[in-house]
């Protein structure tokens, strides 16, 4: 039940977003997210690694994952919220994940090779000026860039990465 509040509330701030979007030149920006769903200790490292990148190039950068329940935050590095922060009514509470979306970054890498439901309703009430991620069908309304990626997170960073700091 909570779920489908939530996709109804997720609908409802797209149709309303009244955000400013445009592709900021790369060398330009100076704020990125990075946010993602918790999977494996793999991936925790892969996204850690691009933090790094991306703070080599003198971005700073600010991080949330979503953790599902029975995953492990993986050295409780980054910021997280969880299901248990979503009421009745399909609202997330929690202070982080709110913080996040409104941020006004340059950039926002969303880092999943499926959607998430939780994920995308802080995508949708994001501040960001360019959202980022994966190609998929109905994505438009949530990534002003899409990257095609038949590769596994890897991939997905690196065409990420790529077509970003070509912006200019």
Wanted: aromatic share 14%; proline share 4%.
């Amino acid at each position: 039940m909570k779920l489908n509040f939530l996709k109804l509330k997720t609908n409802a701030v797209l149709k309303k977003s009244k955000a400013f979007r445009s592709n900021l030149p790369y060398k330009q920006a100076r704020t990125v997210g990075v946010l993602f769903s918790v999977e494996d200790k793999q991936k925790h490292f892969v996204i850690k690694e691009f933090i790094k990148k991306l703070e080599q190039d003198e971005k700073v950068v600010q991080v949330l994952e979503y953790m599902p329940a029975r995953h492990e935050n993986y050295e409780f590095k980054f910021d997280f919220f969880t299901e248990k922060e979503l009421s009745f009514w399909g609202n997330i509470t929690s202070s982080s994940a709110n913080q996040f979306a409104d941020a006004p970054f340059d950039f926002l890498f969303y880092i999943d090779l499926e959607p998430n439901v939780f994920v995308l309703n802080v995508l949708a009430r994001s501040k960001a000026k360019c959202r980022v991620g994966k190609h998929f069908d109905g994505g438009e309304p949530y990534l002003e860039l899409m990257i095609e990626s038949p590769g596994g997170i890897q991939a997905l960073i690196d065409g990420m990465y790529k077509y970003a700091s070509q912006l200019k």
